[in-house]
């Protein structure tokens, strides 16, 4: 059972960066493909970017794509997104969420294993 841990929320001011990593345990993590969600207030949990096992692959929400950089260090067991150019839109809690299915997915289903997740507020 894989455990996942995010961490490097925050307050930042719009335009601004941000990095929030995610520290998984208890399991093989190269074997997993990686993900980032966000929840914000009153919204549906939303998918945001994702990472193929091997780090070859990512996969992007139109709306962060060319501002966000998943990225992952199997070394380190740990999986980063690297937000760049922040707006007060993307002001949620980030959730990261892994998955054994044999593809990328932008729905919460295939990822069986979630963090706790970590507030990032971007203000004005």
């Known amino acids: 059972q894989v455990q996942l841990v995010e961490s490097g929320g925050g307050l930042v001011q719009a335009g601004g960066s941000l990095r929030v990593s995610c520290v998984a345990s208890?399991?093989?993590?190269?074997?997993?493909?990686m993900a980032w969600f966000r929840q914000a207030p009153g919204k549906e949990r939303e998918f945001v970017a994702a990472i193929r096992w091997t780090g070859d692959i990512t996969y992007y929400a139109d709306s962060v794509k060319g501002r966000f950089t998943i990225s992952r260090d199997n070394a380190k067991n740990t999986v980063y997104l690297q937000m760049n150019s922040l707006k007060p839109e993307d002001t949620a809690v980030y959730y990261c969420a892994a998955s054994r299915y044999n593809n990328l997915y932008t729905n919460t289903r295939p990822y069986g294993y979630w963090g706790q997740g970590t507030q990032v507020t971007v203000s004005t």
């Open positions: 208890g399991g093989t993590f190269s074997l997993y493909h």
